[in-house]
């Protein structure tokens, strides 16, 4: 679909989408950018799904103990 075409029809096209779990791929100048599908109502939310995931160094130049190859 035109990337135009899907401009006027957004709202109406994602109540499409959602209602019937179709997917809408969108082009521009008859060349594919994007792709509209329907969320997955069992996936996990996206926001705060990294919580916790980061380490934190106090001293992140500090030797690591850790004995490579250039130290030889």
């Known amino acids: 679909?035109?990337?135009?075409?899907?401009?006027?029809?957004?709202?109406e096209l994602m109540d499409k989408v959602r209602e019937r779990g179709a997917e809408i791929t969108i082009t521009k100048r008859g060349v594919p950018v994007c792709k509209v599908v329907?969320?997955?109502?069992?996936?996990?939310?996206?926001?705060g799904s990294l919580a916790g995931?980061?380490?934190?160094?106090?001293?992140?130049?500090?030797?690591?103990?850790?004995?490579w190859e250039a130290d030889e």
């Open 1 to 11: 679909m035109p990337a135009g075409e899907f401009k006027t029809k957004c709202f």
């Open 53 to 67: 995931t980061v380490l934190y160094f106090n001293d992140p130049i500090a030797p690591t103990g850790e004995k």
């Open 38 to 47: 329907a969320l997955d109502k069992n996936s996990e939310p996206v926001f």
